[in-house]
T-cell receptor, first 114, second 112 residues
Framework: DAGVTQSPTHLIKTRGQQVTLRCSPK?????VSWYQQALGQGPQFIFQYYEEEERQRGNFPDRFSGHQFPNYSSELNVNALLLGDSALYLC?????????????FGSGTRLTVV | GDSVTQMEGPVTLSEEAFLTINCTYTATGYPSLFWYVQYPGEGLQLLLKATKADDKGSNKGFEATYRKETTSFHLEKGSVQVSDSAVYFC???????????FGKGTTLSVSS
């Protein structure tokens, strides 16, 4: 049973560019959440997608946007990249969005902005 | 807002030593509490959780008890192994139970 799959594993972008990260949830899960983990910090919640809509959002600017597809997979888009966007981006999937049961993280995408 | 405070690391121990990593929280309502572990180059793995006051979560020799009176969820292990070397994160659920709020993490290094 495949867990949460994220792609790519690493990428390097230039300031001002746009980036798209992808996440496939664990089989049987319908909700995808995204987190940003800066170096030496704990992950911070960006937003959650359920039924193809953004259901909840953390304290991140509008440059961060997302999408969920009918197969429950999700994309995270970041526009106008800043050096400070360099981080590990983690995707977590779950059933109906609860963190209490089966909340599963992927291995992340390491984004470096130069 | 809700928040988690963890003891700063790194924590350096010899194999078979006793481990305590302190975690305290500030929250409205009654959150669930979690410990996650992150090995180098990997994502987060749930280590243990507790969903209500006085619950004890345990897994792989690690334990933590949800103490509402002291707003704490300290992680303990009686005898650490080299393979326990990792970063440990304490977290709580947001009020809706749909997102996690993490502490900054504590790096544990165990030597043989």
């Amino acid at each position: 049973d495949a867990g949460v799959t994220q792609s790519p594993t690493h990428l390097i972008k230039t300031r001002g560019q746009q980036v798209t990260l992808r996440c496939s949830p664990k089989s049987g899960h319908d909700t995808v959440s995204w987190y940003q983990q800066a170096l030496g910090q704990g992950p911070q919640f960006i937003f959650q997608y359920y039924e193809e809509e953004e259901r909840q959002r953390g304290n991140f600017p509008d440059r961060f946007s997302g999408h969920q597809f009918p197969n429950y997979s999700s994309e995270l888009n970041v526009n106008a990249l800043l050096l400070g966007d360099s981080a590990l981006y983690l995707c977590a999937s779950s059933l109906s969005g609860t963190v209490n049961y089966g909340y599963t993280f992927g291995s992340g995408t390491r984004l470096t902005v130069v | 807002g809700d928040s988690v405070t963890q003891m700063e690391g790194p924590v350096t121990l010899s194999e078979e030593a006793f481990l305590t990593i302190n975690c305290t929280y500030t929250a409205t309502g009654y959150p669930s509490l979690f410990w996650y572990v992150q090995y180098p180059g990997e994502g987060l793995q749930l280590l243990l959780k507790a969903t209500k006051a006085d619950d004890k979560g345990s897994n792989k020799g690690f334990e933590a008890t949800y103490r509402k009176e002291t707003t704490s969820f300290h992680l303990e292990k009686g005898s650490v192994q080299v393979s326990d070397s990792a970063v440990y994160f304490c977290a709580l659920s947001n009020q809706a139970g749909t997102a996690l709020i993490f502490g900054k993490g504590t790096t544990l290094s165990v030597s043989s």
